[in-house]
C-alpha cells in the first residue's frame, strides 16, 4: 500500500502489530470521547489563505527548549514503543535525530535511556513518573543526569491510571501473562514475531535491576502501575528540583489554573496535553484549551502542545494558537509500528511536507510569524 498520510502508517502498523499491543497505542479511556475531540477539534480552527506572496524560500526550522531544531516538532515520551518495533525507542530516536529534531524517553521505556542516548545519539530529554518510592524516583534522576538529558519532563496527569476498555479486554497491564487469544495473535504476527526475535525478549529498560520491578513486562508493567502516587503535589516539584538541576517541562497541563501555578514553581515550559485521551475522558481537547493557556502564560513560559496531531496543518494551527512547539506520540508510533525506524522517517517527512504546503498557501515564510502574529492566519478558533 502506498503511504499517502498518518492513517495510512495507522492501518498498515494495525496489520502488523499484535492486537494487544496496538490497542494499547491506540485506545483511550473510557468511551474515547476526548481521544476523538483531540483530532476533531483541529476542524474547528480554520486557516486564512493569502495569495499573491513571495514563497519562494520557506523555513520551519526554530528554537525551544534552548535548542535549535528543523521543526518545532519533538517526538513524545511513550511507553512500550519498544513492542511495536525491536529496539523502538533507538530506532525512533535515530530517524529523530536525521530529521534534527528531539526525543523524550518515557520512563516506561523498552530501551534504557543510556542505551537509546548510546545508541541514537538523538537530542535526549527525559519523562519521569515520580513514584510511590521517592527512592526510586531519584535513583531515575540521577540516571538521566549521567546520560546527559537536556531536561526533564514531569507527568502529573496520571497520579492513578485511566481506564482504557480495550487493555481491559485484552488483560494488558491488569493481567502477570497474555491470554491464550494474544498468545496465538503474536504467533500469527509473522513480520513483527521475526523483527523481535532479533533480541531478547523485551523488558522495561530502566527497570531491568530494580528490585520486585518483575522479569517479564506484564509484570513490569503491574509493578509501574501500582508505583503510581495519588498523592502527588504541588509541593513535590520542589523536592524534584532538589534532585534536578537542569530545565523541567511540567506535562499534562489543562487548565490556565494549573498552568500559572506551574510557572509559579518554577517551570521552565510546560505541554499542554490531556495525556492523548487515555486518562480524564470528557475533558477538553488539547487544541480547545491551548489559546486561553498561551495567552496566560505563553510571556512566562515555554509552552507546548501534544494532542491529537496527525496533520501538518495541525502543527501549523497549534503554533498559531499559542504553542512554542508541539509533541507527536501515536502519530510517530504509527509509523514504528509499520516499519521501524524507516516508519517513523516516513511520518516525519508527511508532516514536514503538509507543514510547508499548508505555510505556502497560507502565504507564510517562516514557523516565528505563525507565533509573532498568530491571529492574522486563524479564524474562528475553537
Same mark, same amino acid.
Given at each position: ?7 495510512? %502508517? ?15 497505542? =491506540?485506545?483511550?479511556?473510557? &468511551?474515547?470521547?476526548?481521544? /476523538?475531540?483531540?483530532? $476533531?477539534?483541529?476542524?474547528?480552527? /480554520?486557516?486564512?489563505?493569502?495569495? %499573491?506572496? *513571495?514563497?519562494?524560500?520557506? *523555513? ?37 535525530? $536525521? ?17 537509546? @542516548?548510546?545508541?541514537? =545519539?538523538?537530542?535526549? /530529554? ?46 494488558? !497491564? ?7 487469544? $494474544? ?52 509541593? =513535590? ?35 499542554? &496535553? ?11 481537547? &488539547? ?23 496527525? !496533520?501538518? &496543518? /495541525? ?30 522517517? @516516513? ?34 478558533? $475553537?
Amino acid at each position: 500500500m502506498k503511504i499517502a498520510n498518518i492513517e495510512d %502508517l495507522r492501518v498498515a502498523a494495525r496489520r502488523r502489530v499484535p492486537r494487544i499491543f496496538f490497542d494499547y497505542l =491506540d485506545g483511550g479511556a473510557f &468511551s474515547e470521547t476526548t481521544m /476523538h475531540a483531540n483530532i $476533531a477539534d483541529f476542524d474547528k480552527v /480554520h486557516l486564512e489563505q493569502r495569495v %499573491l506572496v *513571495n514563497i519562494e524560500k520557506r *523555513n520551519l526550522a526554530t528554537r525551544f527548549l534552548g535548542s535549535d531544531y528543523a521543526m518545532p516538532l519533538m517526538l513524545a515520551p511513550t511507553g512500550f514503543a519498544g513492542m511495536l518495533a525491536h529496539r523502538g525507542e533507538v530506532q525512533a530516536g535515530r530517524a529523530a535525530k $536525521a530529521a534534527g529534531i528531539p526525543l523524550c524517553l518515557s520512563t516506561t521505556s523498552i530501551c534504557s535511556m543510556e542505551e537509546v @542516548r548510546r545508541d541514537s =545519539d538523538v537530542d535526549f /530529554h527525559f519523562q519521569l513518573y515520580v513514584f510511590k518510592d521517592r527512592g526510586l524516583a531519584e535513583l531515575m534522576l540521577e540516571r538521566a543526569v549521567k546520560a546527559q538529558a537536556k531536561s526533564l519532563f514531569v507527568t502529573v496527569d496520571a497520579t492513578i491510571g485511566g481506564r482504557r476498555e480495550k487493555d481491559l479486554r485484552n488483560g494488558f !497491564r491488569t493481567s502477570r501473562r497474555p491470554t491464550p487469544g $494474544a498468545l496465538l495473535d503474536m504467533m500469527t504476527r509473522v513480520r513483527w514475531g521475526l523483527d523481535m526475535l532479533r533480541g531478547p525478549w523485551p523488558l522495561f529498560g530502566n527497570f531491568t535491576d530494580v528490585p520486585g520491578a518483575g522479569k517479564d513486562i506484564m509484570a513490569q508493567a503491574l509493578f509501574v502501575g501500582r508505583q503510581l502516587d495519588p498523592t502527588l503535589t504541588w509541593a =513535590d516539584l520542589a523536592w524534584m528540583r532538589k534532585h534536578w538541576k537542569g530545565p523541567m517541562v511540567i506535562k499534562g497541563i489543562l487548565s490556565v489554573e494549573d498552568a500559572q501555578r506551574a510557572v509559579d514553581q518554577g517551570a521552565d515550559g510546560i505541554v499542554v &496535553s490531556n495525556h492523548g485521551g487515555r486518562q480524564l475522558d470528557g475533558a477538553r481537547s &488539547s487544541i480547545a484549551v491551548l489559546p486561553e493557556i498561551a495567552k496566560a502564560v505563553g510571556h512566562k513560559t515555554e509552552v507546548l502542545f501534544d494532542g491529537g496531531i496527525r !496533520r501538518g &496543518s /495541525h502543527i501549523v494551527k497549534a503554533l498559531a494558537l499559542g504553542a512554542r512547539a508541539c509533541l507527536i506520540g501515536r502519530t510517530y508510533l504509527y509509523g514504528l509500528g509499520a516499519g521501524g525506524q524507516a516508519g517513523v522517517t @516516513r511520518a516525519l517527512d508527511l508532516l514536514r511536507f503538509e507543514m510547508d504546503v499548508t505555510m505556502a498557501l497560507m502565504g507564510v515564510t517562516d514557523v516565528d510569524q505563525l507565533r509573532d502574529d498568530g491571529a492574522r492566519y486563524i479564524r474562528n478558533a $475553537a
